[in-house]
């Protein structure tokens, strides 16, 4: 039986085969996260808890209105990745 030699360059279908399965991994974390987003919100919504979910996101400052981004989903409505958040307070610099 031969023993890989730990000095040996990996060749290139290696590389290949290791970025492929790179790829693969990502985007199956992507689609969990992506599931795991839409299971969040569905129970927020089962909750009828929306309000306070604005409020609490509110008060710890997790929105996404201070960044460039308008906020609207591109995969989904999920109110407009809650959009209608505003900011508590800007902090002024």
Known sequence: ???DNPDKK???KEVK????NLIIMLDDSRKKIYELDQIVGKYIDFKNDHEKFVLFMQ???LNESNTKDSG???????KAK????KPTA???S
């Not at 809650?82 to 958040?85: A, D, E, F, L, Q």
């Open 59 to 61: 008060k710890e400052n």
């Open 10 to 12: 990996p060749t290139m």
């Open 90 to 92: 800007k902090k002024s």
């Open 72 to 78: 609207k989903s591109s995969t989904g409505d999920r």
């Open 17 to 20: 085969n290791v970025i492929n």
């Open 82 to 85: 809650i959009g209608s958040i």
């Open 1 to 3: 039986m031969k023993k």
